[in-house]
T-cell receptor
Framework: GAVVSQHPSRVICKSGTSVKIECRSL??????MFWYRQFPKQSLMLMAT?????????EQGVEKDKFLINHASLTLSTLTVTSAHPEDSSFYIC?????????????FGEGSWLTVV | GNSVTQMEGPVTLSEEAFLTINCTYT??????LFWYVQYPGEGLQLLLK?????DKGSNKGFEATYRKETTSFHLEKGSVQVSDSAVYFC????????????FGKGTLLTVNP
């Protein structure tokens, strides 16, 4: 089946630094990818919709200058957490829409644990 | 807007018991419906999907039928295993959502040997 890969799976960074998380669709092209944040024992919170070749669409309350999203190719979207703070520590998950065939299925990456110290 | 109401957990079963996790939805138009599973510390895996009314999605012994008349997509498995212990999310998109998934709150399933 379709695979979406995230990297890194775990990252620890110092407060004030920036960290980049990559999301790749490995066997399909994705014009649309999504970035989520998940707090412990909670459902996923959509942060933004990443559109290939155009600006991302952010959900209400998500700081676009803090969470930079770049979708430069049909198989890669990146999320950069800028000037990270301990409260940014979380599980970040991306997903990508496989538009081929029927159903437009959405597949998720493995997630990335970010710890800001 | 779209919404998904999912049976609240946690659900604890013994191995080989029958599982049902209820899911109902509200959406305009004709959404696509999904069940995702999340194992501890991991991302979400697509478990099954259905894209139109009366479709039955199935995978790994799990089944769910798209019931438009009752706006439901209940997840069932006839005989659960310890390895099925995970969080299960019901989700939908379409019907005007621009492909943004709307999730239920998730149901934690624990299967004891």
């Amino acid at each position: 089946g379709a695979v979406v890969s995230q990297h890194p799976s775990r990252v620890i960074c110092k407060s004030g630094t920036s960290v980049k998380i990559e999301c790749r669709s490995l066997d399909f092209q994705a014009t649309t990818m999504f970035w989520y944040r998940q707090f412990p024992k909670q459902s996923l919170m959509l942060m933004a919709t990443s559109n290939e070749g155009s600006k991302a669409t952010y959900e209400q309350g998500v700081e676009k200058d803090k969470f930079l999203i770049n979708h430069a190719s049909l198989t890669l979207s990146t999320l950069t957490v800028t000037s990270a703070h301990p409260e940014d520590s979380s599980f970040y998950i991306c997903s990508a829409r496989d538009e081929a065939g029927s159903g437009n299925t959405i597949y998720f990456g493995e997630g990335s644990w970010l710890t800001v110290v | 807007g779209n919404s998904v109401t999912q049976m609240e957990g946690p659900v604890t079963l013994s191995e080989e018991a029958f599982l049902t996790i209820n899911c109902t939805y509200t959406a305009t138009g004709y959404p696509s419906l999904f069940w995702y599973v999340q194992y501890p510390g991991e991302g979400l895996q697509l478990l099954l999907k259905a894209t139109k009314a009366d479709d039955k999605g199935s995978n790994k012994g799990f089944e769910a039928t798209y019931r438009k008349e009752t706006t439901s997509f209940h997840l069932e498995k006839g005989s659960v295993q310890v390895s099925d212990s995970a969080v299960y999310f019901c989700a939908l998109y379409g019907g005007g959502s621009n492909y943004k998934l709307t999730f239920g709150k998730g149901t934690l399933l624990t299967v004891n040997p």
